[in-house]
């Protein structure tokens, strides 16, 4: 029996492609660089498996040139590069991998909050330059982590984990969501507000951890950043559109905030001439929160049975619109 064919956009880790490769007839892109659009819509024309990443645009177009498919299995927690909609209509279960990096995104977000507050990535670019002659009381002097205020924008698993860490530098954590955990907030000693504004206004180190929507795009931008301490920093490890990097650069620039840490941006690869890069208040790292090799090992593997499940017909393990069953 002829096994199902899937196409895969990438290499993935071979804790998940070896599954697939046993269970499939995969044809795997194995340039560094995605696909284009063009050479997707060629490769799914006659799959019944697709295994995307988050670089993939797969759209209605895209679905329309696939008959065949059967299965959409996304390499990320998040979905907005696919348009879950289209795939509803058409009956397509769409796969998603939640929850298996929560805490090394969190982990990676406060690593982030320290090497800001401390200034360690300048530090080392310091010393590397050679500038580095003796010690002196005002060298690269940052910003304390513990007893600051942080705040939380975007109060979901990950931002609870974060709240978590943070318990342990005695910080005083206040956060916002628009879907509200009180429960959750209440068991971490959180202080949980329904505006944003007050975040904004409070926070000595403020990170952001919401999904993109129409809603969140650009929902830092010049207001928000305005409101912020002069001597704040910003942290996001979520999705880059959710920061207006033009307002963020103007504000770092004028010293409406202290410090920025990216790990996401807006286009993602950041242009390399974009002025951000030429701040020393600005540090860009190229979307690694959840690059651990346990994590993006259990990434594949559930990527890979999200995959399998749908080319077979059986339900995902992980689906993102399970109304497709109804």
Excluded at 46 to 58: A, F, H, I, Y
Excluded at 251 to 269: F, K, M, N, Q, S
């Amino acid at each position: 029996m002829a096994q199902p064919t899937v196409f895969v956009t990438r290499l993935i880790p071979d804790r998940g492609l070896d599954l697939v490769k046993e269970a499939c007839d995969a044809e795997i892109w194995e340039d560094e660089l995605p696909p284009p659009y063009e050479v997707l819509l060629e490769k799914v024309a006659d799959k019944e498996g697709l295994l995307s990443l988050l670089t993939d645009t797969v759209n209605a177009q895209l679905m329309d040139a696939a008959p065949n498919l059967k299965v959409i299995s996304n390499y990320a927690v998040g979905f907005d590069n696919i348009e879950i909609e289209e795939a509803t209509k058409r009956g397509l279960p769409v796969g998603n991998t939640p929850g298996v990096l929560t805490d090394t995104t969190a982990d990676f977000a406060f690593a982030m909050i320290m090497a800001t507050g401390r200034r360690i990535v300048e530090g080392a670019d310091y010393v590397r330059a050679g500038k580095w002659k003796t010690w002196g009381p005002r060298l690269l002097a940052g910003q304390d982590i513990h007893g600051a205020t942080l705040g939380i924008v975007g109060f979901g698993r990950i931002g609870q984990a974060v709240a978590k860490r943070a318990q342990g530098f005695d910080m005083r954590v206040v956060a916002y969501d628009i879907y509200p955990d009180h429960a959750a907030a209440e068991e971490l000693g959180v202080e949980f507000v329904d505006d944003m504004d007050v975040v904004l206004r409070q926070a000595d180190f403020l990170t952001v951890h919401t999904q993109l929507t129409d809603e969140t795009y650009h929902l830092i931008g010049k207001r928000e950043l305005q409101l912020m301490k002069p001597t704040a920093i910003l942290v996001n490890t979520s999705r880059g559109p959710c920061v207006d990097p033009d307002a963020l650069y103007r504000a770092l620039r004028d010293g409406e905030i202290a410090y920025a840490g990216l790990d996401v941006t807006e286009p993602e690869p950041i242009d390399r001439d974009s002025p951000l890069l030429e701040l020393d208040n600005c540090v860009v790292v190229p979307h690694i929160a959840s690059a651990s090799v346990a994590t993006r090992g259990k990434m594949a593997e559930m990527a890979a049975q999200n995959l399998i499940a749908g080319v077979r017909g059986e339900r995902l393990p992980t689906c993102v619109n399970p109304e497709v069953y109804g």
